[in-house]
């Protein structure tokens, strides 16, 4: 059959709907399509439910006559709980940290369970999703799990959009990453000039100076909603085709 991917997409802060993936990813399966690549599945995972329910709860409680400009605190509320709260006591087995990590793992356990031989993965994971993904990682790596394993045979390639690691690690002295899974794993990530929320991980230095790590500027839009249109971009599918192309040949 040829060449064979199966994509997880991992959303990154703020409210999400189930199937927040579909239609984004339909424009990759058919570039890759086009390029003799089966996309064998495409899927997601929503967590954002693990923090967006204790914060819509508070949300409830308050007396609105209270406070005013209710638009942007909604929208702070939003998109700033669920990052704020992800790195609370992660090692807890209630943390939010924890529930997030289990979910995911869960899910890409399933998906390595169906893969055949030959079959690779790529995961793309959007804004906040790269920073959890980089956790994992590192997390499955230093506990050296059976999912862990699996990951180092299969993963071929981890897209980035909009990554805001450096705003959690930029202020450490000394700033580890995960090892590299397999010796034809590489990481594409992928911002705009104009994206306050999107940063260059290279001149982290150190492992993320790795030549297995690339930037790529590319315009996604006019600033504030550029963050949102990775998805959805000609130019940012057709580099994240020849990427993935790239990867399994």
């Given at each position: 059959m040829g060449k064979q991917v199966r994509i997880v997409a991992l959303h990154g802060i703020g409210n999400h709907?189930?199937?927040f993936y579909e239609a984004k990813l339909k424009r990759?399966?058919?570039a890759l399509d086009s390029a003799s690549v089966h996309v064998t599945e495409a899927s997601g995972v929503l967590y954002a439910?693990?923090?967006a329910t204790n914060a819509n709860a508070y949300w409830d409680d308050i007396d609105h006559e209270d406070i005013a400009l209710k638009e942007i605190r909604r929208f702070l509320l939003d998109n700033g709980s669920d990052a704020t709260v992800y790195g609370t006591k992660p090692h807890k087995a209630n943390s939010n940290y924890r529930k997030i990590h289990d979910q995911v793992k869960g899910?890409?356990?399933?998906q390595l369970g169906q893969?055949?031989?030959g079959e690779r993965l790529v995961v793309w994971a959007s804004s906040f999703g790269g920073h959890l993904f980089s956790d994992l990682l590192w997390d499955e790596q230093k506990k050296k799990t059976a999912l862990d394993s699996d990951l180092r045979e299969r993963l071929a390639l981890l897209v980035t959009t909009g990554c805001n690691i450096p705003l959690f690690v930029a202020g450490l002295q000394e700033r580890e990453l995960f090892e590299r899974p397999n010796d034809t794993f590489s990481w594409l990530n992928i911002f705009d000039r104009d994206d306050?929320?999107?940063w260059p991980l290279r001149p982290l230095g150190g492992a993320y100076a790795a030549d297995w790590i690339s930037d790529a500027v590319i315009n996604a839009?006019?600033?504030v909603i550029s963050h949102r249109n990775y998805w959805t971009r000609r130019r940012v599918v057709e580099r994240i085709k020849d990427t993935i192309v790239a990867a399994v040949s």
């Open positions: 709907e189930t199937g990759i399966q058919a439910h693990h923090a899910h890409l356990t399933d893969m055949v031989d306050i929320l999107g839009g006019l600033p």
